[in-house]
């Protein structure tokens, strides 16, 4: 509810419970008031004359229930708000045998400023009203308001007493200093007009929604008397633009600094550090008696980088990464940037518990030194902070995370300052251990939950660190699924999935991966189609995985060299007894359960052995990304896909070749291979707009069932079936995607070769509204004779290319 609507709802329940007043005590509301007042007044003055109960014989009335007066000019302040103590200086009264009430006020020492204007903007009686007392509350008001204009740097007010006049209230004004030119010195990295709104404060900055909520209306009700006000704070007097200086219309004003030179460098200094990051920059400026301001800016250059907690050989590795020499400009973004691309590059490396970069140790002020003809010095001096008592508290605390991680709290970035030097935190890594949730829900399986899990051991001399990985899955026993008349395959379908295997990186010689795997689950060549949480939640919501699946029993040994960031090439050698599956009756699905099982294609049985080598590119990958997979195929990479595909140009891409012998499809050992190569490329247009291309090409001689080519569905020429186009040995497909902000239009181009004969190319358009750089709705349709109006759609949570 609004706030004033409530204060006047309150204000009309008290008074209605107000008892009426005698009639022979009634008069007009304006005398009432009138009354009021003067009775304040009486009230204050008695007081001041020694009445120590402070309260007329009237009306027994407290002077601040009765002197509430109305906002001079738009301002009144709580007397007890010390904000500007530092500015106002005691009242220092003198005694000369007279009452304390001034009658007078006389302002001394203004030099830019005339006492019109003064009077003006506090609210101050003319010059010509010198007969009337001024009262404690209007003395204590004034030099209030005084105060917070921000015009003075001093304000000093004395009462004086003189036998033969009246008593008489002094107040001395010092100035905040006049500009008439300002110049910046020293940037390099940083811009003067960057600079000019630290500096200067807008004198009248605009009100904004949050500031007037945040408004108080205080409501005062007098029981004895039945009176209720309502009493609402103004805002401070603000002066006139024309008389501050500021910068206006691309140009520099001259006037008054307001709020002092001091506070607006510190202000500068600020910035400079807390926001704009650069955190060893100082500031210093002279101010010259004619009001030419010369402002010095360092931005901050480190002295040295040193590396605590390794020996000197991995400290120098450390340095190297992190690409901070000394002289370089420090911003807390680069070195943030460079922890990380250190963490990137020595994955073996961690960043450990610090002290933050702003550097709690220290505190920085601008401090002011004149000389005799009147310049100004400002500078920025740097103190040691006051160490606080604290009890130390020991925590003890088990579990996976104190176990893998080390307990390191999240968010430290291993990084603090001494002086200009940065000190980088480092400490061996502990075992990594890593568990992801699997929840496979296939037309074969049904529902299958399972984990993966991956233990990663470094070792702090960068010379062999040892990976040991594993996975299962469960098909469980849900609604009644079932192989028609087959309880045997039914119960073989149903067999725990399992997945094991260990590898090795050995840096020294270039060895991203060396190891095997051994295995007995249910797998699928279509990855590069879908992505594994896709086709699960659409297995589980509408029956269409859009996969096929098969038993794969057996072993893979592979190796992996990575001779620069974005180049690797492997090796892998397989040994696999592959089996074919049925889909389940009835389908275990939210919608659509009534509909036939989902169909899965059968696959060439038997024994398999082949090698498959490889060459991958992708210039977003960094040294420490990680490589491979236990699901790993010769359909898809090794490589991560890069997350930030619209923020900077990306090209990757692979080619793989595999060479074999299995049954063939007259049931005899056949030889037979397949390459398979595949090219993506991101190109922002600008931060919201990018253009996704993707070329994906595969030929192959003799293949099995299982490795023959096919397009058609997500993502393999959207708009059409799954596989509408299959049983070939070659395909071609190419897609290209530009998004502007969250939406986005695509086309698939494909075509099939099959039967000595390349189909005709089919063309798939659509669009794409994006939630995300990977979650996305799309909405595709095929152009050819069997186009409709109604679109395959898809809310997808990966991306394949």
Known sequence: MNRLALALCFISLTAMGQTPPDAGGSSAPSDRNAAGTSTADDTLRHAQEG???????????????????????????????????????????????????????EFRGLQRLTDTQVRKLVGAPPTEETSRPLTAT???????????????????????????????LEVTLQENPTLTSVEFEGLQDLRPDELWDALFERSSPPLDEDDAEDEVTTLRVHKRHGRVKVVSPCPAPRPPRTWLARREGGAFRPGIMLGGLDAALDRLLKTLREDDGYLLATVSATLS??????????????????????????????????????????????????????????????????????????????????????TRHYST????????????????????????HGGSGAGSDGLSLEGKRLIVHVRPRPPDLDVDLLPVHTQVTGFAPGLSASLRIFDPRDRVHTTLEGAFFIPLRLGGQRIPDDPEGTRSQRRVNLLGGAKVQLPGLGLEELGAQVHDFIDTLDRWRLG????????????????????????TAFATWRWAESWLAGVEVRGDTMSSLQSFTPPLSLFRSDDPPFPNAPVDEGRFRSAVVRLEYSGAAERGTRVGSLFRTPETSLFERHKSWKREPALRGFVTLEVGEGPGA?????????????????????????????????TGHDLPLQKQEAL??????????????????????????????????????????????????????GGSLHLGDAVRFEAAWRIDEKAQLTPEARLLFNRTF
């Open 712 to 765: 058609g569905g997500w993502t393999a020429l959207r708009g059409f079936g799954f596989k509408e186009f299959r049983g070939g040995d070659s395909s071609v497909l190419a897609s290209a995607e530009y998004r502007w902000h969250g939406l986005g239009i695509f086309a698939d181009l494909g075509s099939v070769h099959a039967a000595s004969a390349w189909s005709d190319p089919r063309l798939g358009l």
């Open 138 to 168: 209007q003395v204590q008001s004034l030099l209030h308001r005084l105060a917070r204009t921000g015009l003075f740097a001093r304000v000093e007010p004395r009462v004086r007493v003189s036998d033969p006049g009246p008593a008489l």
């Open 51 to 105: 009445n120590p109960s402070g309260t007329s014989s009237e009306g027994n009335v407290t002077a601040q229930d009765s002197s509430d007066s109305t906002c001079p000019e738009g301002f009144t302040e709580d007397d007890g708000d010390l904000s500007d103590s530092t500015v106002l200086g005691a009242l220092q009264v003198e005694v000369d045998g007279r009452g304390l009430t001034p009658t007078g006020l």
């Open 666 to 698: 007259g049931g005899a050992d056949a030889r037979f291979w397949k390459l398979v190569g595949d090219v993506a490329m991101d190109v922002p247009m600008n931060w919201h707009t990018g253009l996704s291309l993707r070329l994906r090409a595969a």
């Open 532 to 555: 594994d949480f896709d086709s699960y939640f659409y297995s589980f919501l509408i029956n269409r995985p859009d996969r096929d699946y098969f038993r794969r029993q057996g072993f």
């Open 289 to 374: 008696p004619a009001g030419r301001l010369v402002v010095t800016v360092d931005e901050g250059r480190l002295e040295s980088v040193e590396v605590r907690g390794v020996d000197e050989p991995m400290a120098s590795r450390v340095r190297e990464a992190l690409g901070l020499e000394p002289g370089d400009v420090f911003l807390r973004s680069d070195a943030r940037r460079a922890m990380e691309r250190m963490e990137s590059r020595l994955p073996f490396l961690r960043a450990v518990d610090s002290e933050d970069l702003q550097d709690d140790r220290t505190r920085v002020r601008i401090v002011e030194e004149r000389e005799a003809d009147g």
């Open 381 to 404: 001096k740097e103190e040691p902070r006051r160490g606080s008592r604290r009890h130390e508290r020991v925590e003890f605390e088990l579990g996976w995370s104190r176990m893998f």
